[in-house]
């Protein structure tokens, strides 16, 4: 299988995996928030219109605005990966997860005009922002790209 192939299958799988979970947290955290770890992880529905920390949520026409930087960020992903990038498998691994977690929130910001989050994890009342799965996946594929780059290792 070709190298973007490849991508794509990765970055389908991650982006099904969010949008199948976000399927059973809706209709689930209607009613309100889960505790899963007292004091730490709570699951609670959130509608997040912006970007990363709620960034440009109140911005008129950020969805569209949004939706073209992911569209942008895919193509440079996918150009990424059909270079040295591509040949190494834990870069290639990471693209793989950042373009899947942007397309799960993409798919949300064309669907629903916001992307869902359902993952708190707080301390008191400190709370870092709610997340979802396709978050995670950008986080981790970001740091670890960002990581091997900085070792020389991408």
């Known amino acids: 299988m070709k190298l973007l192939g490849k991508l794509a299958l990765i970055a389908l799988a991650v982006a099904g995996a969010d949008q199948l979970i976000k399927a059973i947290m809706v209709p689930w955290l209607q009613d309100g928030p889960v505790t899963i770890i007292p004091g730490l992880a709570r699951l609670v529905l ?46 290639f691994w990471a693209l793989g997860l950042i373009c899947g977690g942007a397309l799960g929130n993409l798919v949300d910001r064309l669907r629903l005009g916001s992307v869902v989050d359902f993952v708190d994890l707080y301390a008191g009342n400190w709370h870092w922002p709610v997340f979802n799965l396709a978050d995670a996946a950008i986080t981790l594929g970001g740091v670890y790209l960002a990581w091997a780059l900085i070792r020389g290792k991408a």
């Open 46 to 91: 959130a509608y997040n219109t912006g970007a990363a920390f709620s960034s440009f949520a109140t911005m008129d026409g950020a969805r569209w605005l949004l939706v073209g930087a992911t569209l942008v960020a895919l193509a440079l992903a996918a150009w990424a990966a059909s270079g040295p990038l591509g040949r190494n498998r834990g870069s």
